[in-house]
C-alpha cells in the first residue's frame, strides 16, 4: 500500500526544482566530501540528484568518503581529513558528524542531509536564518518519539511499560530521550532506559530484557544501533517484544513498525542546496528544510509471529505493508 502523507514545509526551504546550473558553474572538477558514521541507502539518492543537476561523477565531480564505521570518537580525525584535501562542500548527517564538521571548518561549506534537531542540538540558531558555513535539512526525529509511541499504543494492547535503548556516545540521543519521555507520560506509560554503545552493551541490554519482560520497545535514530537492526530486530521477535523503529531499514530486517520521514526526498534536496552553493549562494542565507513526507510502516508478518492484530486503521493509514 502506499499513501504520502504531506506536511507544511517549515522554514521556507521548500524543493527548489531542479536545473542544470551546474553546466554554468564552470570546468573545475568539483570534490564533495563525504563524512558520516556508517553508509546510507540516500546516499545513492543524493549521487543520482545531482547528476540530474549536471554534476557527473569522473566529468566534473568527484566524491571523498570519510566513515567512523560506528566509531564516533573517529569523526574529528575524519572531518579533519577533509579539510586536509580542500573538498568544497561536505555533506554529512546525523548529529555527531554535523558537529565534528563544524568544528573541523567554519570555511568550508557544509550541507546536512538529515539531523534529528539541528536547534536542540546547538548546531544552527535560527532555522530560517542558520547563519555561518551550514545549512541543509532537519528530519524533525525528536519529535516523532510520540506519534512512535501512540502507534505501539494502538497496536498492544494494555502497554503499559516500553523499553528504550539508548547510545549515551550519541549526542543527538538526549534530545530524543527527552521527547519519548513526554510522550510516555501524556499517554501513561513507563519508560525504561537501556544504554548500548557497542556490541557487549548490546548483548548485556539482550539479558536484562529478557529478565525484565517490557511489553514494547522502542528504537530510536542512532547510527550504531541501525547497523545492528537485524540482532535487534530478531531478538524482538524471539522474546515476543513488539517494536517501533526510525528507519525502514529495521522493518526489512523484521522489525515490527517504523513512522520515519522520507529520507530519499530530504537528500534530493541535499543535492539541490549543494548546487546553489556551488553556484554563488551563501550556505548560511539558505534556509533549514523539514520533511514533508512521512512513512509509516507496518510488518504484519512479524505482527502474526507475535500473535498481534494490526488494526484496520492502522493497515488502511500505513505506505508500505510488508507481508
Known amino acids: 500500500m502506499k499513501r504520502r502523507e504531506f506536511i507544511g514545509l517549515v522554514g521556507g526551504a521548500a524543493a527548489w526544482p531542479l536545473s542544470a546550473s551546474a553546466q554554468q558553474a564552470g570546468r573545475k572538477i568539483v570534490t564533495i566530501g563525504v563524512l558520516a558514521i556508517e553508509p546510507w541507502p540516500p546516499i545513492d539518492t543524493f549521487r543520482q540528484a545531482l547528476d540530474d543537476l549536471g554534476y557527473i561523477e569522473g566529468k566534473n565531480v568527484r566524491f571523498q568518503y570519510r566513515y567512523a564505521k560506528g566509531h564516533n570518537e573517529r569523526l574529528p580525525e575524519l572531518a579533519n581529513e577533509l579539510v586536509g584535501l580542500n573538498v568544497d562542500v561536505i555533506l554529512t548527517w546525523g548529529t555527531d558528524a554535523v558537529l565534528a564538521a563544524k568544528q573541523a571548518t567554519t570555511t568550508i561549506p557544509i550541507v546536512m542531509g538529515a539531523i534529528g534537531d539541528p536547534l536542540g542540538s546547538g548546531i544552527v540558531t535560527n532555522l530560517a536564518h542558520p547563519g555561518a558555513n551550514i545549512t541543509g535539512s532537519s528530519s524533525r526525529a525528536a519529535q516523532l518519539e510520540l506519534k512512535r509511541l501512540q502507534l505501539l499504543k494502538e497496536i498492544v494492547p494494555g502497554l503499559s511499560r516500553v523499553a528504550m535503548l539508548f547510545n549515551p556516545t550519541n549526542h543527538y540521543m538526549p534530545l530524543a530521550l527527552q521527547s519519548a519521555r513526554h510522550g510516555a507520560q501524556m499517554l501513561h506509560v513507563s519508560l525504561a532506559i537501556y544504554e548500548v554503545q557497542d556490541t557487549t552493551s548490546l548483548d548485556a541490554a539482550f539479558v536484562t530484557l529478557t529478565k525484565d519482560r517490557p511489553d ?80 509509516l510502516l507496518i510488518n504484519v508478518k512479524t505482527a502474526r509471529t507475535l500473535g498481534l492484530t494490526v488494526p484496520r486503521r492502522l493497515l488502511a493509514h500505513a505506505d508500505e505493508v510488508i507481508e
Open 216 to 295: 514494547a520497545l522502542m528504537v530510536p535514530a542512532d547510527a550504531f544501533l541501525v547497523s545492528q537492526r537485524s540482532p535487534i530486530a530478531q531478538f524482538a521477535i524471539a522474546n515476543k517484544l513488539p517494536s517501533v523503529y526510525t528507519f525502514r531499514e529495521y522493518i526489512e530486517a523484521g522489525g515490527l513498525i517504523a513512522y520515519t520521514p522520507n529520507y530519499h526526498d530530504l537528500f534530493r534536496r541535499a543535492a539541490t542546496y549543494v548546487d546553489k552553493i556551488l553556484t554563488g549562494a551563501k550556505p548560511g542565507e539558505l534556509p533549514i528544510g523539514q520533511p514533508t513526507t512521512f512513512h
